[in-house]
């Protein structure tokens, strides 16, 4: 993910599909790895962001249960915010 273009194409895709959305909450499952759940008018998604230098992505996905009950949350203050832009 490291080509100018791509993160052009990539930030105007997220940008149609999550603006507008409310922040539910994020959890850390590992290491280097960041996944914000957001809820729009029709659907709950899942953006999952990985900084592990062997394997940066960020990509959207369909909301799925979490696997573990004890899952690093800290992100009760920004609950039900609404996502007003992506620059």
């Known amino acids: 993910m ?3 273009y791509e993160l052009i194409y990539l930030n105007k895709e997220l940008k149609v599909k999550i603006q507008g959305a409310f922040f539910e909450f994020a959890i850390s499952p590992h290491k280097d790895v960041l996944e914000i759940f957001l809820e ?3 659907d709950t ?3 999952i962001f990985s900084a592990n230098s062997k394997e940066t992505t960020l990509f959207l996905d369909q ?3 979490l696997k573990r ?3 690093l949350n800290f992100s009760s203050k920004l609950k039900d915010k609404k996502l ?3 620059n």
Request: no cysteine.
């Open 40 to 42: 729009t008018d029709s």
């Open 84 to 86: 007003l832009t992506l």
């Open 63 to 65: 909301y799925r249960p």
């Open 2 to 4: 490291n080509n100018y």
């Open 45 to 47: 998604l899942r953006m």
């Open 69 to 71: 009950a004890m899952l």
